[in-house]
Each structure stands twice: as C-alpha cells, then as structure tokens.
C-alpha cells in the first residue's frame, strides 16, 4: 500500500465514514465509501488534511456502486500532484 493510501485509511478510520476501498492508478486516486449520503465539503476537508490541499487537483464526489454491489456509496477521485 502507498503512502497516500495509508494516509487515507487514516484519516477516515478517524471518522464517521466507512472506508470500502482506496486505490491509486498513476495519480488518479480514488475513495470509496460505503455511505451514498456522504458531504462532499466533509470529505474534501477529511483529503486535504490528509494529503495537504496543495496535493490535491480536480476532486470529485460522486454516488456509485460500490463493492461489486446493488447497494449505492459515494467515492471519492482526484488526481494526485507530481
């Protein structure tokens, strides 16, 4: 696991959120989160304590299927800066 995913895990292990999944290919970085009715300001906040705002570009919150299930979760992607 890369550092970015271990700081990750961390910061919402802290929180109210239920991580599924952190994964990165290249620098796309993608969190999913087994809550749908997560908010974006809390999670975007939650990323850039955890990976400094300054590393953070194009952050995205959306609601998708997570898991390989029916049920629906927010995940959050962002490209991760050189």
Known sequence: MSDIETQLRSAFDATEYDVSDVTVN???????????????????????EAV??????????????????DALGTVVTFQQRP
């Open 26 to 48: 290249r620098r796309q970085v993608r969190v999913a989160i087994r809550q749908p009715d997560a908010e974006a300001d809390a999670l975007r906040a939650i990323v850039d």
């Open 52 to 69: 400094g705002e300054e590393n953070v570009l194009g952050l995205d919150v959306a609601t998708e299927s997570v898991d390989g299930q």
